[in-house]
């Protein structure tokens, strides 16, 4: 009888051992090197590009990263004006920060940008409906121009999971290299 009891018990013990696993579906990768970043250190946060079918995705984002960096100890983080003339949605050319981009950070004597794009920011269609996010960063050194530090990730989450909490994960394991050193 006690047989009986304990088959059952491994399947259940099994089960959510990959339940658990599954749970945090997605990939992650960045560039071995990351600058070493005081708590003074000024960082801008440029609108990120929405390559996605999702309106205000990258609006979205680059919210979340704003106040992820603030988590992280950074004291001076500040977010770039949005430019009104350029359409975020499938606009490659928001691939690149660009000199404007760049002389306002320089006027502003900012440090480093972050700067990237949104690539998947959605709920999958289907039963379920899980939310998945994709990103890319790329933090830029403004007195050189260039590229210091980089990342891109995805995530999804269940059905019961919100997207934004979906994306917040995200972006904050992406991010959790900038943070303030003593």
Known sequence: MAQGRIRPLRWLAAAATTV???????????????PSLAAGDSVAVVGLANFT?????????????????????????????ADASSNAMFDTAQREIG??????AR????KYVLTGA?????YKAGVDGEPVAGVTFEL????????????TGSRSGWSRSSLANVATSLIGKLLAPLYARA
């Open 107 to 110: 006027e502003q004597h900012v």
């Open 53 to 81: 079918e999702t309106p205000a995705a990258g609006s979205s984002a680059t919210a979340i990263a704003a106040n992820v960096l603030r988590q992280n100890g950074l004291t001076d983080v500040r977010v770039a004006p």
């Open 118 to 122: 949104v690539e998947e920011w959605r």
């Open 99 to 104: 000199e404007k981009k760049l002389a306002w």
């Open 140 to 151: 830029v050194d403004v007195a050189s121009g260039q590229i210091v530090w980089s990342a």
């Open 20 to 34: 658990l696993l599954l749970s945090a579906c997605g990939s992650i990768s960045q560039t071995a090197a990351t």
